[in-house]
């Protein structure tokens, strides 16, 4: 069975994944917003090119819109397992990675979304052709600002974590480390100090081999002595 903190670092990998997806199709679109947002002196050329573009993507199968939804949809699971149950040290930015992520997908509903169906309709409301075009990669280059700041959040806390994994791993291992050498130098200490014992006690024991070795003497002297007594008489 997996447990939430072996979760985490899925929650993070869904997250950056779907982000980095995410950039990666808005990157496509810089061409086209690079010449209606930083660089409009090249005239109607560019412009027109980045409405036709805009007019394509409106046109975009469902199935396309669809596919982009559900990878959006992995992040969003991916940010509500890391806020299921936040630590203290980290619920802020897991917080600020969820507002960010929400906040791209309203600017892409509000202004991106709609200003690609009014490339298609040519309708642009109080606002010139131009203008709009120019929103929609502002609106994008917003959203690229929001991805890398889920992208940077999410990267961050993965590598505190990782460290402080380490660091704690590190820590909890010298420790038995030197758990262990303080367990081997007492047995070795106790090792020595059994063959002292045992010389200690074997010391009394001599005590009545010696007594018996006296007795022995004493008991042949008188032999000897009972043997001279009677010769004599």
């Known amino acids: 069975m997996i447990s939430y903190q072996q979760l985490l670092p899925i929650g993070s990998l869904m997250m950056i994944s779907t982000c980095s997806f995410m950039l990666g199709i808005f990157f496509a679109d810089w061409p086209y917003d690079y010449y209606t947002l930083w660089d409009s002196s ?16 409106a046109t975009q199968p469902t199935v396309i819109i669809s596919s982009l939804a559900g990878i959006m949809s992995i992040g969003f699971i991916g940010s509500f397992i890391k806020i299921f149950k936040p630590s203290e040290d980290t619920k802020y930015f897991e917080y600020g990675s969820l507002i960010a992520l929400v906040s791209a997908v309203c600017i892409y509903l509000t202004n991106v979304r709609t200003g690609q169906m009014s490339a298609l309709f040519g309708e642009w409301g109080e606002v010139s052709q131009n203008v709009g075009l120019s929103v929609i990669a502002a609106s994008q280059v917003m959203i690229v600002v929001l991805l890398l700041g889920v992208v940077v959040l999410q990267c961050g806390l993965f590598y505190a974590e990782y460290s402080d994994y380490k660091a704690k791993t590190d820590f909890y291992m010298k420790e038995l480390g030197e758990q262990f050498i303080s367990a081997e130098e007492a047995k070795q200490r106790g090792s020595k100090s059994k063959p002292s014992e045992t010389k200690t006690k074997s010391k009394p024991k001599s005590k009545p081999k010696s007594k018996a070795n006296a007795r022995a003497k004493t008991t042949g002297a008188s032999s000897k002595e009972t043997s001279t007594k009677s010769r004599k008489a």
């Open 42 to 57: 090249h005239g109607e050329e560019f412009f027109t090119k980045a409405l036709d573009h805009y007019k394509t993507l």
